[in-house]
Nanobody, 124 residues
């Protein structure tokens, strides 16, 4: 059974940093894109970032460029999200995803595998 398990969420003050991790098990995702979405209270789920299998192609939500960095360690089957200069509006549940349906439309395409999510809360 495929599992994506996120970790690293928590409570942080505005301006602080967090690094989220997502460990995949049950199969290897070394040939697949992986990524992150988030959902804030009362809002729709939104795309955060994605990374290609080799790590050379990166996608970010325009509003997050410069503050968030996605990376992966293929040997560990793990993807990371480094979040800096956090703002209260970054408060959300962050979800790890893998295997997009269409690589050519990475932001809006459905993703096959989802983690359970990790809560990130940024206090002002």
């Amino acid at each position: 059974q495929v599992q994506l398990v996120e970790s690293g969420g928590g409570l942080v003050q505005a301006g602080g940093s967090l690094r989220l991790s997502c460990a995949a098990s049950g199969r290897t995702f070394n040939t697949d894109y992986m990524g992150w979405f988030r959902q804030a209270p009362g809002k729709e789920r939104e795309f955060v970032a994605a990374i290609s299998s080799g790590g050379s192609i990166l996608y970010y939500a325009d509003s997050l460029k410069g503050r968030f960095t996605i990376s992966r360690d293929t040997a560990k089957n793990t993807v990371y999200l480094q979040m800096n200069s956090l703002k209260p509006e970054d408060t959300a549940v962050y979800y790890c995803v893998a295997e997009p349906s269409r690589v050519g439309d990475i932001v809006t395409t459905p993703w096959r595998y989802w983690g359970q999510g990790t809560q990130v809360t940024v206090s002002s």
